[in-house]
């Protein structure tokens, strides 16, 4: 039995993938490994074209690595992609501008083929799970940023998917609005019980949506570090306040490599930041 829990959730085995394009090769994923566990959270942490969407890529079954092995419940990518256990959520998930958002988000139930009656009670469960009731008849000019993206989350979650697999999936909403998509994406992944792998390159939104933060470097990307995180799984935005909350950021920005200017320095720089 222990045997086969080692096995469940996410694992990444020594993968690296080299991408070709005219006679250039570049190496994005250099030997990585990682593990998720089953139900828990996770984060690909670093900084841009460090290779996180790689690696997300290549659970998705969008890229095949170069060398090594990637698995979702002991399913390769395209065995979990036709067995439907996970979903992807990303900046770019579009909403059809001529479509309501119930019809939009019952879009994934109608490639799969599902039937009509029970496409139209999924889509109004997820709907509800975020928080979009009463809002199935407006089409997407019609609703914010944050709500189109929560449309695209209730798109995903219509799947009932295992696993979760998002990229920057709040990157273009400002920063209010995305901590309280952190938060309610928290109550979401309570609800279904989803094991979840992001890619940020936010510190604040890795602590609040991790158990566990894995750091990239630079390209080519290795996993140069990583932080468990002690917190449960019943946060609410007050856990931003506990020092143990504030020591994760900082230990993070320091494994980042951003986190070592001089006292004096850094006040300015966050105030730039922000
Ligand atoms: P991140 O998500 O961390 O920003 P990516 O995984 O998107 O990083 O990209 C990692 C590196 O791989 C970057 O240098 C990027 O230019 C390169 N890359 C990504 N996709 C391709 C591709 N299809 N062809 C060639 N190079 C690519």
């Not at 566990?37 to 670093?46: E, R």
């Not at 998917?161 to 952190?182: I, S």
Request: charged letters at 25%.
């Amino acid at each position: 039995m222990a045997d086969r829990r080692d096995r469940e959730g996410i694992i990444v085995r020594d993968v690296t993938m080299t991408y070709e394009r005219r006679g250039i090769a570049t190496t994005a994923v250099d030997a990585c490994d990682l593990v998720v566990p089953k139900g828990s959270w996770a984060s690909l942490l670093g900084p841009s074209g460090c290779g996180k969407s790689t690696l997300l890529k290549i659970l998705a079954d969008i890229v095949r690595p170069t060398s090594g092995t990637a698995t979702m419940d002991e399913l390769t990518p395209a065995e979990a992609r036709a067995a439907r256990i996970f979903a992807l959520v990303s900046q770019q998930s579009v909403m059809l501008p001529w479509r309501r958002l119930a019809e939009n988000v019952e879009l994934g139930l109608e490639v799969a083929g599902v039937p009509k009656r029970e496409r139209r009670a999924r889509a109004r469960e997820a709907i509800e799970l975020v928080g979009l009731s009463g809002f199935e008849k407006a089409y997407p000019h019609e609703l914010s940023g944050g709500m189109r993206q929560r449309g695209a989350i209730a798109r995903a979650l219509t799947l009932r998917p295992r696993f979760l697999l998002m990229d920057e999936p709040f990157g273009a909403l400002d920063e209010l609005t995305r901590e309280r998509l952190n938060f309610e994406l928290i109550h979401i992944l309570e609800e279904t019980g989803a094991t979840l792998l992001l890619v940020t390159h936010s510190v604040t939104e890795a602590v609040i949506l991790s158990d566990t933060v894995a750091v990239m470097s630079p390209r080519p990307g290795r996993i140069v570090h990583v932080a468990s995180l002690p917190f449960g799984h019943r946060r609410t935005p007050e856990l931003r306040d506990d020092p143990g909350f504030v020591a994760a950021e900082r230990d993070l920005r320091h494994a980042l490599g951003s986190g070592t200017a001089p006292a004096p320095v850094a006040p300015a720089r966050a105030l730039l930041a922000g």
